[in-house]
């Protein structure tokens, strides 16, 4: 499912009361924006019962070149990680897997 997707089941779910593709569009991008701006803020946002998304660090380390193969450093670096609640693992256990 890519965002295109998620927006037309959001207006296909009639309870969500959106009357417009460009409404329920909105209301994503209103979502994904809060996510950003709540783990700019607190470094984490924690949706109960889907999962957390929170700022972890990577240590500076070495790696290798894979055209060369020659040793390079790679420096500390912080990126967002993402850690499913049992809700979602327990959906997601129960959905077909990709082959």
């Known amino acids: 499912m890519n965002k295109q997707d998620l927006i037309d089941a959001m207006l296909a779910n009639k309870e969500a009361g959106f009357e417009s593709k460009a409404a329920a569009g909105r209301a994503v991008d209103a979502v994904l924006d809060a996510i950003a701006a709540g783990i700019k803020k607190d470094g984490n946002v924690q949706l109960i019962g889907f999962g957390t998304f929170a700022v972890k660090t990577r240590a500076a380390?070495?790696?290798?070149?894979?055209?060369?193969?020659?040793?390079?450093?790679?420096?500390?670096?912080?990126?967002?990680?993402?850690?499913?609640?049992?809700?979602?693992?327990?959906?997601?256990?129960?959905?077909?897997?990709?082959?």
């Open 61 to 99: 380390r070495t790696g290798r070149n894979p055209q060369t193969g020659a040793t390079i450093k790679i420096k500390a670096s912080k990126t967002v990680g993402f850690k499913a609640g049992a809700a979602l693992k327990a959906d997601a256990a129960k959905s077909k897997a990709k082959k």
